[in-house]
């Protein structure tokens, strides 16, 4: 494995084949000019993605993992620390939903969800932490969620991993910023991707209510948040939790 050191800045999106990360994967190598390990879960997704990219492909590199394997995960931030010589960004976006209410919710149904969406995020930060912080810099941005802000009805499992996953934010950030290495989040309200589309048109109906400007938001009103979170124009922030959400949260 080569160990020179890239020119662009490195970062990893997990979760970067379809929807929210697949757009921030876009935006931070088309507007930031990076390059960007794009992890997921599915082969046939990542074998595509060269190919329904766009602009830049070239600069995508794409891995399959599992991001609930500890040890795989930390290993593949490893590897891609060494190969390129750095880590810049680390955007842990991976998330899934096992909707219902409290009374009838799994054991399963609720750990599955802890270990992808919030276990798989401090798999992550810690690995590439280490780099970081041995480089002297680098953000590590969260996908929260306005579920993690609120609470939602149906969405214990979740609501709590997104919480979770803001208590892992704010500590990152105070551990590490004496390193120079920033941890914010952003919570996303409804946004148009296949994890909204799966939800019943009166769900759809009933959250348009609720949202100020009157609209879904796109996977692109969140890439452009992760972009300058990722940017040394948000180098002055930290620990911060970035609400996207159309003013639901205000
Ligand atoms: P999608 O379901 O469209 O995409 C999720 C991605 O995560 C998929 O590529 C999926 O892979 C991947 N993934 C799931 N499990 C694993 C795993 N164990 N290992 C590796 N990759 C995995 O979701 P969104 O794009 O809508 O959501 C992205 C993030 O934004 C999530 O964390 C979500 O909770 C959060 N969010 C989304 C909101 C929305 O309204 N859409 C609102 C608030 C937060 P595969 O394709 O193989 O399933």
């Known amino acids: 494995m080569s160990s020179t050191t890239s020119e662009k800045p490195v970062a990893i999106v997990t979760g970067g084949s379809r929807g929210i990360g697949l757009e921030i994967a876009r935006e931070l190598v088309q507007t930031l000019g990076m390059r960007v390990v794009v992890v997921d879960i599915v082969e046939s997704q990542i074998n595509e993605l ?3 990219f766009g602009p830049g492909a070239e600069n995508i590199d794409g891995r399959v993992m599992d991001v609930t394997d500890s040890e795989g995960l930390t290993k593949l931030v490893d590897d891609v620390a060494e190969q390129y010589g750095r880590l810049d960004v680390m955007v842990n976006n991976a998330g899934i939903t096992r909707d219902g209410l409290l009374l009838r919710m799994s054991d399963e149904d609720w750990q599955t969800v802890i270990n992808v969406n919030l276990s798989s995020a401090f798999y992550g930060t810690r690995a590439a932490a280490k780099h970081m912080v041995r ?20 969405q214990a499992n979740y609501s709590s991993s997104k919480a979770g996953l803001i208590g892992l934010t704010k500590t990152t950030a105070k ?12 919570a996303p309200g409804f946004i148009q991707t296949d994890m909204t589309d799966a939800l019943p048109q009166k769900a759809k109906d009933m959250a348009l209510e609720f949202i100020p400007l009157k609209r879904m938001g796109q996977a692109q009103d969140i890439a452009y948040a992760v972009a300058f979170l990722a940017s040394d124009r948000a180098a002055y922030m930290t620990g911060q939790v970035l609400c996207v959400d159309g003013g639901m949260h205000m």
């Open 50 to 52: 060269a190919d329904s």
């Open 135 to 154: 480089q002297r810099g680098g953000s590590i941005i969260n996908i929260s969620s306005f579920a993690g802000v609120e609470g939602n009805r149906g």
């Open 175 to 186: 551990e590490l910023s004496s390193k120079n290495v920033r941890c914010n989040a952003i």
